[in-house]
């Protein structure tokens, strides 16, 4: 039987994956907003990461969908 860590890893720990990647860019919008880039940095980042987040969850659910479909169990 063929083994797929990365769908396993996905399956197991998506929604925090999802989490940590839409995270990334807010926290680095805010630093960088705070070290003097001005205010539309940090909206940009919280922008940009609640689009990686949409991104990121809709990929793990279609892993998921998948997995269910296709993987024996």
């Known amino acids: ?12 720990h998506g929604h925090r994956f999802a989490v940590a ?3 990334l860019p ?3 919008g805010v630093y960088l907003g705070f070290s003097g880039w001005g205010w539309p940095v940090a909206v940009g ?10 991104l990121a969850k809709s ?11 296709l993987l024996p169990k």
């Open 59 to 69: 990929y793990v659910e279609l892993v998921a969908i998948i997995a269910d479909m």
């Open 21 to 23: 990647v839409a995270l």
């Open 1 to 12: 039987m063929p083994n797929y860590p990365v769908v396993n890893f996905l399956l197991r």
């Open 26 to 28: 807010g926290i680095a």
């Open 45 to 54: 980042g919280g922008v940009a990461g609640a689009i990686l987040y949409v």
